[in-house]
């Protein structure tokens, strides 16, 4: 524990060394970072990766999430803001490649479902425009692919499937989806679909009880089956069996303060990272064994600057690096790993 502690504190003076250093620069971007995460015998390094991207000018809006396409290497931000593209497609190098303008309105969450055959980004729109509360899927050249929900239009049916405000969604290997609606209006469900978009279960309800949701704002997946939502209003994480949709526990205790707005887990599936948007804070949480959800966790977490609000952020499957959506610095920072499962003697 007393290594846990120095980590700690050295963590805490750089960060207190770089708010300074950005207030003085008059920048809200922390540019130059390590975290050292150690928790009994692992640690975790992330650095900050000042050179992602290459040319941060082409975030011209404000960036709400980002998705990280492992596959292809590819990593698509969705931007919102007037007369600008609303999709921008880097590589994890950080290189811009192309921007997409069409048929997005007000893009909320963004996920690439890539198979060796195709490359898919699922997009969900909020807008209240033509295009607006739909979840959309592209191909990686922003072509429309897939239209779920009713354009143009907000609604609480489910034959055909109407949303209000879906915040973001889940895509599993297999085809199936999981979609959280939402981002406050009308419904405050989880939906899960199969890969021809059939609803195969749904918790519809808006409440605090077990299942029942008040912004229901971020999906993820396990390996061990559970579906992860960040149930924002309520300050919680509820899980879920992903076949049957029976609830399967909840996490109650480590949000008092302001709700969860994102969920990803760790490659390994040992941990899973944590946005809080108005604290500008990102936590990283002990996912639990198999069977048990048990009490919340949090490892460490690293304290963003004030007002960089992160939203949405994305874990990439295969380099573990991670992504962050920040409504408020208007940019997306990529976080690089530089170790884990490093043994640590004398503890
Ligand atoms: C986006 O729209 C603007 C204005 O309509 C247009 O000038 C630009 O070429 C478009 N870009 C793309 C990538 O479609
Ligand atoms: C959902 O319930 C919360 C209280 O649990 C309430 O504040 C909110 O207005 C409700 N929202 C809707 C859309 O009914
Ligand atoms: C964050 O703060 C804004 C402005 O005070 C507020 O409207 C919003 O509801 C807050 N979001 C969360 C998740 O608490």
Redesign the pocket.
Known sequence: MARFWVCAAGAGFLLAFLALHSRLCGSPVLRKFTFQISWRTEKILYRLDLGWPKHPEYFTGVTFGVAADSLSGLVYVAQRGDNIPKVLVFTEDGYFLRAWNYTVDTPHGIFAASTLHEQSIWITDVGSGSYGHTVKKYNSFGDLVQVLGTPGKKGTGLNPLQFDSPAELYVEDTGDIYIVDGDGGLNNRLIKLSQDFMILWLHGENGTGPAKFNIPHSVTVDSAGRVWVAD?GNKRIQVFDKDTGEWLGAWNNCFTE??P?SVRFTPDGKYLMVAQ??LSRLSIMAAPPVGSIGACSVVSTIQLADEVLPHLLEVDRKTGAIYVAEIGAKQVQKYVPLNSCVPSSGS
Request: no cysteine.
């Open positions: 924002r302001e709700g707005s948007l108005n």
